[in-house]
């Protein structure tokens, strides 16, 4: 029985990045043996075991056949006489089939260690095409690490579109791919190569992607719903409702793309709004419950339309906020029963704090 590092951690440690965790391949064993070792059994799709001591998975080494349409369409063997390389075969880019023994040596059977250093994103075998996710994480690479797709995997890419494997892809598939490639350092990278591969189309058909507001994004390390949000700005509200519904997107990313599709309009006008305008625009956007949303949204639109335009617009909100929390609300709730009298005298005396603030008062 021999045990080899396999797959994430060998890519990253040949790219100088911190490994977080690692994952095994265990070659020359059966499940009784393992369990034996006292390894705790824990896949359900395929043998997998965390180790006794370190809780790292060590997954015994196998082969899959496609068998059915889908993600989950395959058949997999897992025995004592499939050999590692067998193992790393089935996996998608070549810079992910790499491995390490247990004295450190390097196995790379398909030159994963070449194309890292050269850029290249290369698939293993024929086999990449039985699994329609791995389109989007050749994107997700991409927008990790900037490299270029290899021709033959541009060219195998498009086979695969035009006979219509996206088809099977799952939403919730597309979207844990999709959001992980918005929140890698070059997002823009992953529409570049979607749009190369002919994917970005029938994927994606509503999206006009802004890749420099992407990068602008990203350079600030925006978080993943001012990112998405981003890809919101310039398509109607339906469209990206019709989005989120198909992606089956959480409520954190689509609330704020919601919203800003929303306002963006109300946004480009706000430097020259009137008090009661830019009241308003704070009441849709729920800046006096959740003022951290403003924040974002204001982040969004700057990304978006970079330009002192925006950034009086987005400044102008920023002052209007401050001036109506200065409102004792509280005083206003004391003085008065009426909850429609409330609101009213709380709305007056917002809108008078927000014009004040503009005079300089």
């Given at each position: 029985?021999?045990?080899?590092?396999?797959?994430g951690?060998?890519?990253?440690?040949?790219?100088?990045?911190?490994?977080?965790d690692?994952?095994?391949?265990?070659?020359?064993a059966?499940p009784?043996?393992?369990?034996?070792a006292?390894?705790?059994?824990?896949?359900s799709?395929?043998?997998?075991?965390?180790?006794?001591?370190?809780?790292e998975?060590?997954?015994l080494?196998?082969?899959?056949?496609?068998?059915?349409?889908?993600?989950?369409?395959?058949?997999?063997?897992?025995?004592?006489?499939?050999?590692?390389?067998?193992?790393?075969?089935?996996?998608?880019l070549?810079?992910?089939?790499?491995?390490?023994?247990?004295?450190g040596g390097?196995?790379?059977?398909?030159?994963?260690a070449?194309?890292?250093?050269?850029?290249?994103?290369?698939?293993?075998?024929e086999?990449?095409?039985?699994?329609?996710?791995?389109?989007?994480?050749l994107a997700?690479?991409?927008?990790?690490?900037?490299f270029?797709?290899?021709?033959?995997?541009?060219?195998?890419?498009r086979r695969?579109?035009?006979?219509?494997?996206?088809?099977?892809?799952?939403?919730?598939?597309?979207?844990?791919?999709?959001?992980r490639?918005?929140?890698?350092?070059?997002?823009?990278?992953?529409?570049?190569?979607?749009?190369?591969c002919?994917?970005?189309?029938?994927?994606?058909p509503?999206?006009?992607?802004?890749?420099?507001?992407?990068?602008?994004a990203?350079?600030?390390?925006?978080?993943?719903?001012?990112?998405?949000?981003l890809?919101?700005?310039?398509?109607?509200?339906?469209?990206v409702?019709?989005?989120?519904?198909?992606l089956?997107?959480?409520?954190?990313?689509?609330?704020l793309?919601?919203?800003?599709?929303?306002?963006?309009?109300?946004?480009?006008d706000?430097?020259?709004?009137?008090?009661?305008s830019?009241l308003?625009?704070l009441?849709?956007?729920?800046?006096?419950?959740r003022?951290?949303?403003?924040a974002?949204?204001?982040?969004v639109?700057r990304?978006?339309?970079?330009?002192?335009?925006?950034?009086?617009?987005?400044?102008?909100?920023?002052?209007?906020?401050?001036a109506?929390?200065?409102?004792d609300?509280?005083?206003i709730?004391?003085?008065v029963?009426?909850?429609a009298?409330?609101?009213?005298?709380?709305?007056r005396?917002?809108?008078?704090?927000?014009a004040?603030?503009?005079?300089?008062?």
């Amino acid at each position: 029985m021999k045990a080899y590092v396999v797959g994430g951690a060998v890519r990253d440690e040949l790219l100088g990045v911190p490994v977080a965790d690692r994952d095994w391949v265990v070659v020359g064993a059966t499940p009784e043996e393992m369990v034996a070792a006292g390894y705790r059994p824990v896949g359900s799709d395929f043998p997998v075991f965390l180790h006794p001591q370190t809780h790292e998975e060590y997954a015994l080494a196998r082969t899959e056949r496609k068998h059915g349409r889908g993600y989950k369409g395959f058949t997999v063997h897992a025995a004592p006489d499939v050999t590692l390389e067998q193992d790393l075969a089935r996996r998608d880019l070549t810079i992910n089939a790499m491995a390490r023994d247990e004295s450190g040596g390097l196995i790379d059977p398909f030159g994963g260690a070449r194309d890292l250093k050269d850029g290249v994103l290369r698939h293993v075998s024929e086999a990449f095409v039985e699994d329609p996710v791995r389109v989007l994480r050749l994107a997700r690479f991409a927008a990790r690490y900037g490299f270029r797709v290899a021709d033959e995997t541009l060219a195998l890419v498009r086979r695969m579109v035009a006979a219509g494997e996206l088809e099977h892809l799952v939403a919730e598939r597309v979207w844990q791919e999709f959001s992980r490639g918005l929140a890698e350092p070059h997002p823009a990278r992953m529409f570049e190569t979607l749009d190369a591969c002919a994917a970005l189309a029938p994927l994606f058909p509503e999206l006009r992607v802004d890749r420099a507001a992407l990068e602008r994004a990203a350079k600030a390390n925006a978080p993943l719903n001012e990112r998405f949000a981003l890809l919101a700005w310039p398509i109607a509200e339906d469209a990206v409702r019709a989005l989120c519904d198909r992606l089956r997107v959480p409520n954190s990313e689509r609330e704020l793309a919601l919203t800003a599709c929303h306002l963006r309009d109300a946004l480009r006008d706000a430097a020259d709004a009137s008090p009661a305008s830019q009241l308003r625009i704070l009441r849709r956007a729920d800046a006096f419950r959740r003022a951290d949303r403003l924040a974002q949204l204001l982040d969004v639109a700057r990304y978006a339309e970079p330009g002192t335009a925006m950034e009086n617009s987005t400044a102008r909100l920023q002052r209007a906020l401050a001036a109506a929390n200065t409102v004792d609300a509280g005083a206003i709730a004391r003085e008065v029963q009426a909850p429609a009298e409330i609101a009213s005298r709380l709305e007056r005396a917002r809108e008078q704090a927000i014009a004040a603030a503009a005079r300089g008062d």
